[in-house]
Antibody, heavy 118, light 108 residues
Framework: EVRLVESGGDLVQPGGSLRLSCAASGFSFTTSWMTWVRQAPGKGLEWVANINQDGSVKYFMESVKGRFTISRDNAKDSVFLNMNSLRAEDTALYYC???????????WGQGTMVTVSS | QSALTQPPSASGSLGQSVTISCIGTNSDIGTYNFVSWYQQYPGKAPKLIIYEITKRPSGVPDRFSGSKSGNTAFLSVSGLQAEDEADYYCASPGVTGIFGGGTKLTVL
């Protein structure tokens, strides 16, 4: 079965850190760009970051630059989002997704919830 | 980079047609022919319904179509059905990836 499964979401205090994981299965992970998209409660989708097939190219939305990093382990078909200096505005459901080509995000996980609050 | 601009809501009667706009800039929609559209039901993950402006993934009804003119992209839904009632988001590459604010489509 083709799927993405996220994990690692939690309640964390402002200024804290969290590492999200996404396990892929059923498709050729090593040939796929991978993306993180988030959705705050009751709000719209927000593109967060992506990474190319071998991990050599990474892009981030402006508000997370310097705080978030993205990485992947192709041996384990997994992609990660390390989040530091978390803020209340980072509270959201974080989706892991596959970009099949040319910004066509055709496979989504179920999401993992990150809540930043004291 | 600001979100692409979509109308917050749109509506149409069963069997009728509706078009949703997505306004960008010369830095995103105006430059790239990679606009995509997503359908999202409450509590569910988004689903790709249009990519590269006009293409439909396998399984997406041909009632859904996309187009682009200058810095604006459009999603058209013809022959509206009850199950089309959902949130719709446009997206485009730009400086980085960017989504629209979303449009809630109501089928009357």
């Amino acid at each position: 079965e083709v799927r993405l499964v996220e994990s690692g979401g939690d309640l964390v205090q402002p200024g804290g850190s969290l590492r999200l994981s996404c396990a892929a299965s059923g498709f050729s992970f090593t040939t796929s760009w991978m993306t993180w998209v988030r959705q705050a409660p009751g709000k719209g989708l927000e593109w967060v970051a992506n990474i190319n097939q071998d991990g050599s190219v990474k892009y981030f939305m402006e508000s997370v630059k310097g705080r978030f990093t993205i990485s992947r382990d192709n041996a384990k078909d997994s992609v990660f989002l390390n989040m530091n200096s978390l803020r209340a505005e980072d509270t959201a459901l974080y989706y892991c997704a596959r970009d099949k080509a040319n910004f066509a995000i055709d496979l989504w996980g179920q999401g993992t919830m990150v809540t930043v609050s004291s | 980079q600001s979100a692409l601009t979509q109308p917050p809501s749109a509506s149409g009667s069963l069997g009728q047609s509706v078009t949703i706009s997505c306004i960008g800039t010369n830095s995103d929609i105006g430059t790239y022919n990679f606009v995509s559209w997503y359908q999202q039901y409450p509590g569910k993950a988004p689903k790709l319904i249009i990519y590269e402006i006009t293409k439909r993934p396998s399984g997406v009804p041909d009632r859904f179509s996309g187009s682009k003119s200058g810095n604006t992209a459009f999603l058209s839904v013809s022959g509206l059905q009850a199950e089309d009632e959902a949130d719709y988001y446009c997206a485009s590459p730009g400086v980085t990836g960017i989504f629209g604010g979303g449009t809630k489509l109501t089928v009357l």
